[in-house]
């Protein structure tokens, strides 16, 4: 079993339409858990940090389901520049050392 | 604000051969993790560096190495380069300590490495 899984999609969605996205991984001594956005040939740039409580960034909401050991992206309102991958990241140590495991990532196409 | 830098852009190397990436952080930071990233696949992480030393590594053979330097920047060492090393190498940089640290990571724009 993969240490964080997705589904590769793609999600095919138009403009205006709300989607969302799961990840769920292995470890439950991971601590710490990140959503990372990547264009085609370009690096991961970091969307939010996942925070127990549930956070929200403007049209973005990540939460944390602990007990189920999975993380979900809510995109409200999709644009098409919305479209690219997206990568669940979870951080299994529990010391100031990172180890980052990423899922291979869900595509998002959003359409006009 | 500097962001993360990397170098080269792009690099072909022959089977055997061996090869050194750098990476210079984003300025503030003091952390620096690489990573492998195949075509199709999620980055997979290969060591992280702190205080000159490494403090993590991943499943990667001997063949990859790394330093860092007093000023923070980083290089990623390959030796005998095989066909199934090419992938896009990607450099990220951290604040483990002081004010502002943060888990969170920033990646620079990558190395593509083209094995042949």
């Known amino acids: 079993r993969k240490e964080v899984e997705q589904d590769p999609g793609p999600f095919n969605v138009p403009e205006g339409a709300t989607v969302a996205f799961n990840c769920t991984y292995s470890?439950?001594?991971?601590?710490?858990f990140f959503w990372y956005r990547q264009d085609c040939r370009k690096e991961p740039k970091l969307l939010m940090s996942?925070?127990?409580s549930g956070n929200e960034d403007g049209r973005f909401t990540a939460q944390l389901n602990r007990a189920s050991q999975y993380i979900s992206l809510l995109i409200r309102d999709s644009k098409l520049s919305d479209s690219a991958t997206y990568l669940c990241?979870?951080?299994?140590?529990?010391?100031?050392?990172?180890?980052?495991?990423f899922g291979t990532g869900t595509r998002l196409l959003v359409s006009p | 604000d500097a962001g993360v830098t990397q170098s080269p852009t792009h690099l072909i190397k022959t089977r055997g051969q061996q090869v050194t990436l750098r990476c210079s952080p984003k300025s503030g930071h003091d952390t620096v993790s690489w990573y492998q990233q195949a075509l199709g696949q999620g980055p997979q992480f290969i060591f992280q560096y702190y205080e000159e030393e490494e403090r993590q590594r991943g499943n990667f053979p001997d063949r990859f190495s790394g330093h860092q330097f007093p000023n923070y920047s980083s290089e990623l060492n390959v030796n005998a380069l095989l066909l199934g090393d090419s992938a896009l190498y990607l450099c990220?940089?951290?604040?483990?300590?002081?004010?502002?640290?943060?888990?969170?990571?920033?990646f620079g724009p990558g190395t593509r490495l083209t094995v042949t």
């Open positions: 990220a940089s951290s604040l483990l300590r002081g004010t502002g640290a943060s888990l969170e990571q920033y």
């Open positions: 990241v979870v951080n299994s140590m529990n010391t100031g050392f990172q180890k980052l495991v």
């Open positions: 996942v925070y127990s």
């Open positions: 470890n439950s001594a991971s601590q710490s």
